[in-house]
């Protein structure tokens, strides 16, 4: 399997392979916002060592080819405004994003999941390109319709919200069209 573009440009940003400079960013970005978080599969992170040891694991599952982890900047400032990325098996992309809240509602994920799925479609080894979004999460379900992606199945239980209080939450699966 090849891997992804370490880099790919779209119009208003782009999406570079994460590196362990983009820690501070990160970690005041997003990864320490609660309102960010709600809803993810990761703890809030309370300190930038916990980004540190992120980026470490981004770094590594990159060069295992089984995780591919993107800063998202603006292409004016360089600024970083987001993540995104997906995880790789056997030819099956699920993909995922996450944004600072001071950009949220301004289309920069709907942008960056169809700049996402387009180089997915673009490596050989694509079978299938998924997502799943907590059933509550009603902003990332509209960006994955608008995307394109067509919503498959309500999940119960399917993953684990770490960020309240652990329960185990349903979610509606998501696929793209590889037609």
Same mark, same amino acid.
């Given at each position: 399997?090849? %891997? +992804?573009?370490?880099?790919?440009?779209? !119009?208003?940003?782009?999406?570079? &392979?994460?590196?362990?400079?983009?820690?501070?960013?990160?970690?005041?970005?997003?990864?320490?916002?609660?309102?960010?978080?709600?809803? !993810? %599969?990761? &703890?809030?992170?309370?300190? $930038?060592?916990?980004?540190?040891?992120?980026? &470490? #694991?981004?770094?590594?599952?990159?060069?295992?080819?089984?995780?591919?982890?993107?800063?998202?900047?603006?292409?004016?400032?360089?600024? !970083?405004?987001?993540?995104?990325?997906?995880?790789?098996?056997?030819?099956?992309?699920? #993909?995922?994003?996450?944004?600072?809240?001071?950009?949220?509602?301004?289309?920069?994920?709907?942008?960056?999941?169809?700049? +996402? =799925?387009?180089? $997915?479609?673009?490596? %050989?080894?694509?079978?299938?390109?998924?997502?799943?979004?907590? =059933?509550?999460?009603?902003?990332?379900? &509209?960006? !994955?319709?608008? =995307?394109?992606?067509?919503?498959?199945?309500?999940? %119960?239980?399917?993953?684990?919200?770490?960020?309240?209080?652990?329960?185990?939450?349903?979610?509606? #699966?998501?696929?793209?069209?590889?037609?």
């Amino acid at each position: 399997m090849k %891997p +992804l573009p370490e880099r790919i440009n779209l !119009l208003r940003v782009a999406l570079v &392979k994460h590196t362990p400079q983009d820690a501070e960013e990160i970690f005041y970005s997003y990864a320490s916002k609660e309102q960010v978080t709600e809803f !993810l %599969p990761w &703890k809030t992170h309370e300190s $930038i060592d916990d980004t540190r040891a992120f980026l &470490k #694991i981004a770094i590594q599952t990159w060069k295992a080819r089984t995780q591919f982890a993107y800063s998202v900047r603006m292409h004016d400032t360089g600024r !970083l405004i987001g993540a995104c990325g997906c995880l790789h098996t056997d030819g099956v992309f699920q #993909i995922g994003y996450v944004f600072s809240p001071s950009v949220w509602g301004q289309g920069y994920a709907t942008d960056v999941c169809s700049g +996402l =799925v387009q180089a $997915i479609r673009e490596n %050989p080894a694509v079978r299938r390109i998924t997502s799943f979004v907590d =059933v509550e999460n009603i902003r990332s379900m &509209k960006v !994955l319709e608008r =995307v394109g992606f067509v919503r498959a199945e309500r999940a %119960p239980e399917y993953f684990l919200a770490i960020n309240q209080g652990g329960k185990k939450r349903d979610a509606w #699966i998501y696929n793209f069209p590889l037609t």
